[in-house]
């Protein structure tokens, strides 16, 4: 077995505007270990979301592989696509996208329902994982009826339901305050250490950053390792 969850080589990406071809990507490579959680730093438009896209399976890239969990992403057949990123890739954004008919306990749960686990697993499977990130007294509670920091570890939670080797989060306390920022952060990385998953976090917040193993800068197209010193400069 692979000890990468994520391996991405040569990723260049491209798009045509106003007549000309930006470069977004320039030759990414990055090795993400198991168990390991990586940061990424970077201005807005710098590509940070194209990244995580790519990495999730969600875009293609105009070159470059993409391994996860030593498996190579199906270039052109989209139910492999499809199939690699259920089972293997979760995924937490800045806004949690919460279905808002639903409790807690069901949002997370549908994942593994989707994936046609049984009703009985799915929910105690759930259950375990809002206890996890601190909300076992909100289960039933529908997601208007929850904080944002609340709302977030929900969407935390569902991420993690079907025990991906890989979890992709694209500003996932962008959208919060400072202080519950920092609860949902160290929610989400507690919850990360115990079930020993990967991931790749996009974050401004540098404070929050270098509490992860490795952190990378996304500079015109280029990815560059940011000494620990440096993250909170």
């Not at 990507?25 to 995580?52: C, F, H, M, N």
């Not at 994936?115 to 809002?130: K, N």
């Not at 339901?161 to 400072?178: H, I």
């Not at 976090?201 to 990378?216: E, F, K, N, P, Q």
């Amino acid at each position: 077995m692979t000890s990468y969850a994520l391996e991405l080589g040569g990723i260049r990406r491209s798009f045509a505007q106003a007549g000309q071809r930006i470069e977004v990507l320039r030759g990414i490579d990055l090795q993400v270990e198991a168990g390991a959680a990586i940061g990424l730093i970077g201005v807005s438009g710098a590509g940070k979301s194209t990244l995580l896209h790519i990495a999730g399976l969600l875009e293609k890239p105009n070159a470059g592989d993409v391994r996860i969990a030593g498996e190579a992403a199906p270039v052109r057949r989209d139910r492999a696509r499809t199939r690699l990123r259920r089972e293997a890739i979760g995924f937490v954004y800045q806004f949690h996208h919460l279905l808002s008919e639903f409790t807690a306990l069901e949002n997370v749960m549908l994942p593994l329902l989707i994936a046609g686990r049984p009703r009985r697993e799915a929910l105690d499977r759930a259950g375990e994982l809002l206890a996890q990130v601190g909300l076992e007294e909100r289960v039933s509670h529908h997601p208007a009826k929850l904080s944002g920091g609340e709302q977030q570890r929900v969407a935390v939670a569902r991420a993690l339901a079907n025990q991906p080797r890989l979890v992709l989060a694209d500003e996932p306390t962008g959208n919060l305050d400072e202080e519950t920022a920092e609860r949902v952060f160290d929610a989400f990385v507690a919850a990360l250490r115990a079930r020993s998953a990967s991931a790749v976090i996009a974050t401004h917040d540098r404070r929050l950053a270098r509490r992860l193993d490795r952190v990378y800068a996304l500079e015109h197209g280029v990815l560059t390792p940011v000494a620990s010193e440096e993250v909170s400069a």
